[in-house]
């Protein structure tokens, strides 16, 4: 991570609809080479913002940039350097997932390896299946693959892991750092602390369409203890995913 370079900068964001304010005035940067998390309830104002920097929508006031450009002025050139995987994906049931891959990358006019991206997310045994036939874990590693033809700079990946078995989010964990270790930058949204976690550098948290708190996960929890905060229940040296996972292993079930 660069703490020198910022690929995001949010300033003053702000979007409302019909006199709801999702998103009130908040402002952050996002560093090069960072898993960045926001998290927070339903109606935060999580996905309004990621859809904002990703240019999906358009802010009622304020600045942002992504890789040095304006979301307003350069919506083309800013999604030619990012990468989305959405919480719901959809594809074409009767394609082979080589299929997809190519026809994804003939919208940004480019030739890829299909088989070499696959295997960035573990499903290169699945080149010639239909997407109808993956499981929902595999959906969702296809749907990242599926972010990565255009070789982004930058990830967006909203609830990655929602609805998935604790093997296959764990596994999909991997596929994540691995991607950020080759320099991709990585910001996520996720309801689960756990995730961002094992996962984030930094995490912002909202509520009501404000950002309240904004840190590393330790710092975080540090600043929690120091204020006095005591769990009821005693913590233990592991958990109920814990002694699932040791039970059952740790293997994909496709």
């Not at 020198?4 to 304010?21: A, C, D």
């Not at 898993?35 to 009622?60: M, Q, S, W, Y």
């Not at 080759?182 to 996962?199: D, K, N, Q, R, S």
């Amino acid at each position: 991570m660069n703490k020198h370079l910022s690929v995001i900068e949010v300033k003053n964001l702000h979007k409302s609809y019909n006199h709801i304010k999702a998103v009130n005035g908040i402002s952050f940067k996002v560093f090069q080479g960072e898993v960045f998390g926001i998290l927070g309830p339903n109606g935060a104002g999580k996905t309004t913002t990621l859809e904002i920097i990703e240019t999906l929508r358009r802010p009622d006031k304020g600045e942002i940039m992504v890789a040095g450009l304006n979301v307003q002025n350069h919506s083309h050139e800013i999604k030619e350097k990012i990468g989305v995987q959405l919480q719901s994906s959809y594809f074409f049931d009767f394609l082979s997932l080589r299929e997809l891959l190519n026809l994804f990358a003939s919208f940004y006019k480019k030739k890829i390896d299909p088989l070499e991206i696959l295997a960035k997310v573990e499903l290169t045994d699945k080149a010639d299946s239909w997407a109808k036939h993956l499981s929902g874990g595999q959906k969702q590693r296809f749907s990242i693959a599926a972010a990565l033809v255009n070789k982004p700079k930058i990830l967006f990946l909203d609830e990655p892991t929602t609805g998935l078995d604790p093997q296959a989010r764990h596994h999909l964990w991997e596929v994540i750092r691995r991607q950020n270790q080759e320099g991709i930058t990585i910001v996520l949204t996720t309801h689960y602390m756990e995730e961002a976690e094992e996962l984030c550098h930094r995490v912002a948290i909202m509520d009501q369409g404000k950002i309240i708190a904004i840190d590393t996960p330790n710092n975080l929890i540090k600043n929690l203890l120091q204020n006095g905060f005591k769990k009821e229940k005693i913590v233990q040296q592991a958990n109920l995913e814990d002694v699932f996972l040791h039970l059952t292993g740790r293997q994909l079930r496709e």
